[in-house]
């Protein structure tokens, strides 16, 4: 029976959650592992969360759920589960969140996991395996499986693609991903943990922590065999939020910040490439209609021809995606798929140019000026 306290208070479930007691940071026999789980508001998919973990197959755990200052009863939740839950003082976001919960944890490995995501039973044994057999291995991470949970066609769209991205990337990674991702506790104390400072909204603190541990050589698994289902439903409206605000914004500003472009998941030159690609359809579609007005002395013909090379070098870039969903989801939704997925190149790459040319102007050194009284 699994007995796992929260507040005080004890809960008995169908399965088995059991702690050892070992040196913490030292691996003896099977790792133990500590699941932490950041929520805030989560009510709608806490619970199934934390069902997934029960059903385990792996009985060397502990879950950690880290409240984030919500505003529902996800506290409630997580103590009907059994598992331990911690609350921030102020709302952290998912970095410090994570960062809270890891201090409180006692397992060799910290596993983290995404409070709208749900594992399998064998999720955690994988993890534990991954661990086990490579003693060089620092973080491993799975994705998304290929059956999401929401039906509408925006959410099949994200996490399918998602799915992809990650199950068509190499297996040695350069990055991380916290949705299902873990990491040795003695290399997350060594680099500091989470970006609480930086990231302090829901964005790339994941992806950040993997390219400071690529950085330091640390050896980095996408582990293809480990697949969870995503809970959330995306709409149109959070879905640019996400990959906008708090995806497109911040990984230009890593990229700045590291000097380096990754060319790791969905920031291959194929990507980089169409990205461009889309940049020139859309210019030509627009430069069409003065052409055709004799506006600009631009023959029609050249601006139709300019788009429809770009469209063929786009879908022949990106030929394997749209194959993907078609075996996935059926030829009418790859037609839906491809000009949302063009969408995304398009307000991607525009983004990225517009933080770079304003990092390049703000870089530009003003003209000296002779110091005021008062000015250091």
């Known amino acids: 029976m699994l007995k796992l306290c ?3 208070t004890e809960q ?3 399965s088995t959650i059991r702690v050892t007691a070992a040196e913490p940071g030292i691996i003896t026999g099977t790792p133990r592992l500590s699941v932490v789980v950041p929520v805030r508001n989560g009510r709608m998919f806490l619970g199934r969360c934390l069902d997934g973990l029960a059903h385990s197959d792996y009985a060397e755990f502990e879950v950690i759920v880290v409240d984030d200052c919500s505003a529902d009863d996800s506290a409630t939740i997580a103590a009907r589960y059994g598992a331990r839950c911690v609350r921030t003082p102020q709302t952290l976001g998912p970095a410090g969140a994570r960062n809270l919960g890891a201090s409180e944890t006692t397992g060799d490995i910290l596993v983290f996991v995404d409070a709208d995501v749900v594992v399998p039973p064998g999720a955690l044994s994988r993890v534990a395996n991954d661990f086990e057999h490579d003693a060089e291995l620092a973080a491993v991470f ?7 949970a929401w039906k509408t066609f925006i959410s099949q769209y994200k996490n399918l693609m998602h ?4 199950q068509t990337a190499s297996e040695s990674a350069t990055t991380f991903w916290a949705g299902c991702g873990a990491i040795r506790r003695s290399v997350f104390e060594e680099i500091g943990g989470f970006d609480a400072a930086t990231y302090k909204a829901p964005s790339i603190e994941d992806i950040a922590l993997g390219v400071e541990l690529a950085r330091q050589g640390r050896a980095i698994r996408l582990d293809k065999q480990l697949q969870v289902k995503h809970l959330k439903r995306w709409t149109v409206r959070n879905l640019l939020r996400a990959d906008i605000l708090y995806r497109a914004v911040p990984w230009t500003k ?3 910040n590291a000097r380096e472009m990754p060319r790791d998941l969905n920031l291959n030159y194929a990507s980089r490439v169409s990205s461009v690609l889309v940049s020139w359809l859309t210019l030509s579609l627009l430069l069409l209609p003065f052409s055709v007005a004799s506006v600009l002395p631009l023959a029609p013909a050249i601006c139709l021809a300019a788009a429809a090379l770009c469209a063929v070098a786009l879908l022949a870039l990106n030929f394997d ?5 078609r075996r996935k989801r059926g030829l009418w939704f790859v037609f839906r798929v491809v000009p949302v997925h063009w969408s995304y190149y398009l307000y991607s790459g525009l983004t990225f140019a ?3 040319a304003t990092h390049a102007f703000s870089a530009q050194p003003s003209p000296a000026r002779k110091p005021s009284v008062g000015r250091t």
């Open 321 to 325: 995606v749209y194959r993907f969903f």
């Open 6 to 8: 929260c507040s005080g």
């Open 163 to 166: 799915h992809y991205v990650h």
């Open 354 to 356: 517009f933080c770079m």
């Open 142 to 148: 799975g994705s998304y499986d290929d059956q999401p």
């Open 12 to 14: 008995n479930l169908s």
């Open 254 to 256: 890593l990229i700045l």
